[in-house]
Every structure is written in C-alpha cells, then in structure tokens.
C-alpha cells in the first residue's frame, strides 16, 4: 500500500520535473528542475531496494553532474531567455510516438520471455552494497577498472578542452587591463 | 494494489518519451544535454526495476556503468561546449549546419 502511494507520488513529481526541464524557456528553471527530477528518480531506487543505486544517483547526478552543469551554465548568458525557433512540421509528435512505441516493444521483449534465470541472484541476508561489491569486484571487474581509466581519460579531456586561458587570474585585474586583454584575444 | 514489473516499465518509456521530445524540440546545445539525461536515467529506473523484480543484479551492474558513462559525457561535452562558446558566442544548434571548422 505505501509502495503504491510512493511510487505513483514520485511519478507523478518525476514527470512534472522532467517535463517543466523540457519545456521550459529558462536554462535555470531546467536545471534546477532537471536536479530535482534525479533526487526523485533516485526513490525509486531506493523504494527497489537497490539502496546503493540510490546514493550514487544522489551523489553523482544531484552532486556531481549537476555542479559540473551549474559551472558550465557560468560560461553562457543564462539570465536571458532562450529564443529557440520552433519546429515547425508535425513530424516531431509522430517520430516521438514511432520511437516511443519502439521502447516498449524493446522493453517487453524479454520480459515476455518467461524463461529467464538469474546469473547473480539477489541474496536478502547480505546488504545491498555489500552484495553489490562482490558482484562488481569478480565478475565485472574489468567493465569497472574500464570505466575507471574512461573517467579520467575524461577528466583529462574536460580538463584540456575547457581549461585553455585560465591561467590568468581576470579577478585581480583592473576594466582596463581586462579589455586590453580580451582585445587582444579576440 | 501492488506495484508490477510494468508499472515501473510504464514509467521508464514516459520518461524516455519526455527526453526524446526535449532531443527532438530543443535548439540550445545545453538543453539538448539535459534531455540526454533524461534519457540515461529512464533507462536506468527500467534496468533497476528488472533486476529487481528478476532478482538479478546485472541489471543494477549495467545502471552503475551507465552513470559513470554519463559523468564522462558531460565532463567532455561540457569541455567541448565552453570552447565553441569562446569561439563563436553562441551554443545554438542552428548556427553549426556549417562544417567550416
């Protein structure tokens, strides 16, 4: 009974958030939208019992992904309100349908194989974390160490592309200085 | 009234919905990002929710390599997106139908 209140609340606040992110004109409003609507997807994690799922999504997508936006959006006019053209054909309702139709025949094509067996059962008597940690430190340990050297080799690329001209301290500057060297820039 | 493997599917394929008419609708290149991940979290609430009700945690596994993917996405398309915005003042999808460089 509370499940079911749970998760059709969470929902109900999911898709508000993701939708008010979508649609709205204001870079801000999407991405304080876009965080709200990660803490709420994390519920469901938690309400599956999937406990160290939940604090990741918490820590990486509301806390990492989103300052990392939030530093980005720093670079762009975000104050103004983002003058986007409309599409105008109809084709974007109909394409939305085609490939939404195509995620649920995705989705439910193994589902309705019914002779599914679990490779790494769910054990109750050993916590979530724990269990998960033995799972991703036997078998999927390669995938993880993969994905270790993918995240630097990202943090070295972010690092690279977007830290180029920021060596120079702009704060300690005087106007004048700023505008001689943004002129010379540019 | 007890809450199903296809309850949670439902949900997953509006979600993915929702961030597929934001791919489809959006011009501005940091508002497309943000429906990419609306997309990688509707997958990872289905996976979840099949590992779930399976049983089985290589649904969990493959959510957990999903969020590290996401995180170096946006590490380097955020990267890539502060140069061009240096470059050209602008992050609209319409000002790159040119290949020019």
Redesign the interface.
């Known amino acids: 009974?509370f499940?079911?209140i749970a998760?059709y609340l969470f929902?109900f606040l999911?898709?508000v958030m993701?939708?008010i992110?979508?649609t709205t004109k204001h870079?801000l409003y999407?991405?304080t939208a876009?965080a709200a609507?990660?803490i709420f997807?994390s519920a469901?994690?938690f309400i599956?019992?999937?406990d160290?799922?939940g604090v990741?999504?918490i820590i990486?997508?509301s806390g990492?992904?989103m300052a990392?936006?939030a530093?980005?959006?720093m670079?762009?006019d975000t104050t103004r309100e983002?003058k986007?053209?409309?599409?105008k054909t109809r084709l974007?309702p109909i394409?939305?349908?085609l490939?939404?139709l195509l995620?649920?025949l995705m989705?439910?094509a193994p589902?309705v194989g019914e002779n599914?067996t679990?490779?790494?059962?769910?054990d109750v008597a050993i916590g979530n974390s724990q269990?998960?940690g033995m799972?991703?430190f036997t078998k999927?340990l390669v995938?993880f160490e993969l994905?270790a050297v993918?995240?630097l080799?990202?943090?070295i690329?972010?690092?690279?592309?977007?830290g180029?001209m920021m060596d120079e301290d702009y704060s300690s500057l005087s106007e004048e200085q700023i505008d001689e060297k943004e002129g010379a820039v540019s | 009234?007890?809450?199903t493997?296809t309850?949670?599917?439902v949900?997953?394929?509006?979600?993915?919905?929702?961030?597929?008419?934001?791919v489809?609708?959006?011009?501005?290149l940091?508002?497309l990002?943000?429906?990419t991940?609306?997309l990688l979290?509707s997958v990872?609430?289905?996976l979840?929710?099949?590992?779930?009700y399976?049983?089985?945690?290589?649904g969990?596994?493959f959510?957990?390599?999903i969020?590290?993917?996401?995180?170096?996405?946006?590490?380097?398309g955020?990267?890539?997106?502060?140069?061009w915005?240096?470059q050209y003042n602008t992050?609209?999808l319409?000002n790159m139908k040119s290949m020019k460089g």
């Open positions: 009974m499940e079911a998760f929902s999911t898709i993701f939708w992110t979508v870079s999407a991405l876009l609507g990660m997807i469901f994690f599956l019992g999937a160290f799922m990741v999504q990486v997508y990492a992904v990392l936006y530093f980005g959006m670079f762009f983002l986007e053209k409309p599409t974007v394409l939305g349908a490939a939404a995620v649920v989705v439910i589902v599914i679990a490779h790494y059962p769910i269990a998960i799972v991703l999927y995938p994905a993918m995240l080799v990202a943090m690329g972010g690092i690279v592309l977007a180029k | 009234m007890e809450i493997l309850h949670y599917l949900l997953s394929t509006i979600l993915f919905s929702i961030g597929l008419i934001g489809m609708r959006r011009k501005n940091l508002m990002f943000f429906a991940e609306i979290n990872n609430v289905a979840v929710a099949i590992s779930h399976y049983g089985d945690f290589t969990q596994m959510a957990f390599f969020i590290a993917i996401a995180a170096s996405e946006v590490a380097i955020l990267g890539l997106l502060v140069l915005f240096k992050i609209d319409d």
